[in-house]
Each structure stands twice: as C-alpha cells, then as structure tokens.
C-alpha cells in the first residue's frame, strides 16, 4: 500500500511539473502584412533579462518557445532593418506581431530589396553581408548580433540560441578577443556563417561556431582607417581606433591602435532589521565610480597561399595603467523610528605608480 502511495504521488508530481510549463508561440509580421523569416525571438526572465529560451522564425514567421516555469516573462523579436519589438507576457502570444521599419536604417521598400540573403546548410545558416543593410551595421560586432538565432547580451558578450557561447573564426583563424569584432569594419565582411552542429574538429563542448569571411576584395597600397565613439554614463567616455594596412597581391601586413575611457557608476542599497528587546534598523547606501584607461596595440601579418591555406602571425599588448575605483559607503542605524548613529566609510583603489 505504502509503494502505491509513492507511485501516485510522483505521478501527480510529474503531472504538476508538466503543467506548470509554459507554451509561447505566434507570428511576426512586417508592415506589410508579409511573415518575416529568420526574426530573432528570445523570452528573457524578469527583471534580470536572463535567456530562458528562443526560436528563429519559420518561412511563415511562427516561432515556439517552451518555458518550464510560469511567467510573467519578456519577449523580444529583432531582425535586421527594423525596430526591437519587446514586451511583457504571461501567456501565450495569439495576436501578429508586427514589426516596424527602423527609420535609423532605411524605409521599408530599400529594407526590402536590400536584405541579407540567408542560406541553409547541413550544418547551420549562411548570412549574406556584402552589398546588403549589414554592411552598413559599422562593426563586425554588430552584424553579428544582428544574426538571425545570436543574442549580443547587456555585457558584451555572444549567446547562441540553446547552443551558449559560440566560437568565433575570422577567414579561418580563431578569435581569442571580441575586441578585434569591434575594429572589423562591417563593409569589409563578406559573409557569416553560423554552425549549430559543429563537428569533433571544434571539441565536444562548442555548441556553435560563427565563421567570418571577409570580402578580400583588397586593392595593392596602403589604408588607414579612423574610428571614434563617444558615450556617456554619468561622463562622457570615448573609444578611438587607427587601423592601418598593407596589401599586395596575397600578403597583408597590419597595425591597430586603441584609446578607451571608461566610466562606470553603481549604486546599490541594503536594510537591515533586528529585533530583540527594541526594533533596530541598518540602512547602508554604496556607490562606487570607477575610471578605467586602456590601451590596445596590434600588429601582423597574413599571407593567403591559396583559397584554403594561409599562415600568419600577430602580437598583441594590452595595458591599463590609470584604472581607479572609489567606494563611498554610508551606513545609518536607528533605534525605533530615532537615528542612533550614522557613518561614512571611502575607499580608494587603483595605480600608485
């Protein structure tokens, strides 16, 4: 009797767990009223934006995502061209969603005609960017986030749909930092690949790799090229780059060069109650502002013997010689309602030299 006991309560238990998932499907659209393929669709947890799941849309522009937890959740389709559509749901998606041109870009009429081409392989998807809206993204770092199935997350960093972090390869050489997707010119790739299966050659835990290749299109002679990004925060920051290059015939010699200031602010706030022969309460405000200098400097060289072997080498130096953080902590305790005591704690770090 006991045994049955057991088996009916981890049936109901099973039961339970399966209905408690959730189900959120439905259908992107454009203004004119036709599907849109390949849309990015990610269900982020509130209120920390974490994926808990995602879907490219179909030839039909449906997409279905399955949550094993109850919402509510945010919902979040992009696609190249137009504007992020994102809002909060508990339940399934019944209505078209309809996604709106960015006026950033272009109208909907070019959007149209000059759309990245995609191209399904065994192994993944192959995303056309020269002479399409991609190439005017500005860095390879943003064509990549504008992929249909990758996510470029709040802190810089890739996720592929249900593959994690992908690895990243640049006309076959791997990418060690996601800096150099910041100084590739979009106009200078030709198209991305993304592989969603990829083979032993990559090591049993890559879930994907995203494979650049440029437009290598390259006139012989020398090219400089300027970047320059200014920010704020609560300052104003900046990130300039000089990029330089030679070519002739298959070989390339190349130089970079990059200033960046950062400035990072957080606040945070924390209280305290105890209770013993009276109520006592502990506030505690902290704010910490930080100032970080770096410098980046590369240099080069890529020689291609033909279409599938090359061999090169680069030497990279980093340094961050003026970074500083300072901590401002104020701690408030009370006795009932009345301020008993109060007190500020400052902490300095950074370089002494």
Do not use: C
């Not at 659209?29 to 390949?38: D, H």
């Not at 849309?57 to 959740?73: E, R």
Request: net charge negative; glycine share 8%.
């Amino acid at each position: 009797m006991k045994t049955n006991y057991i088996l009916l309560f981890a049936l109901m238990l099973m039961v339970s767990l399966k209905s408690s998932a959730q189900i959120f499907s439905g259908r992107v659209i454009g203004e004119n009223q036709l599907p849109v393929e390949y849309a990015t669709v990610a269900l982020l947890s509130v209120p920390d934006s974490a994926l808990v799941g995602g879907a490219v849309t179909d030839s039909k522009g449906v997409f279905k995502i399955t949550a094993q937890d109850a919402g509510p959740y945010l919902l979040s389709v992009s696609f190249v061209g137009y504007k992020k559509f994102v809002q909060r749901v508990a339940s399934s998606v019944e209505e078209n969603i309809t996604l709106i041109p960015d006026d950033l870009m272009l109208d909907e009429v070019v959007i149209t005609q000059r759309l990245p081409q995609f191209r399904l392989d065994n192994g993944g998807l192959t995303t056309k960017v020269e002479n399409t809206i991609l190439s005017k993204a500005g860095t390879a770092m943003n064509v990549v986030g504008l992929l249909p199935g990758v996510l470029k997350k709040q802190d810089g960093t890739l996720e592929v749909l249900g593959k994690g972090v992908p690895l990243i390869y640049i006309n076959n050489r791997k990418v060690r930092n996601l800096d150099e997707l910041d100084r590739l010119n979009s106009e200078n790739i030709k198209q991305v690949e993304l592989i969603t299966n990829p083979g032993a050659e990559y090591g049993a835990s890559v879930g994907a790799v995203l494979k650049l290749k440029t437009t290598g299109n390259k006139n012989d002679g020398f090219g400089v090229g300027v970047r320059s990004v200014v920010d704020y925060a609560h300052k104003v920051g900046n990130n300039d780059q000089i990029n330089m290059e030679y070519h002739r015939k298959g070989l390339d010699v190349f130089g970079a060069f990059q200033y960046r200031l950062e400035h990072l602010k957080e606040t945070g706030e924390s209280v305290q109650d105890t209770y013993v022969d009276a109520s006592w309460q502990q506030k505690a405000q902290t704010t910490d502002l930080g100032r970080n200098i770096s410098y980046f400097s590369q240099i080069g060289f890529n020689y291609e013997i033909n279409e599938k072997h090359s061999l090169g080498a680069t030497y990279e130096l980093t340094s961050a010689p003026r970074n500083k953080m300072n901590n401002d902590n104020r701690t408030e305790v009370y006795d009932g309602q009345a301020l008993y005591d109060v007190w500020n704690t400052y902490t300095f770090a950074g370089q002494t030299h």
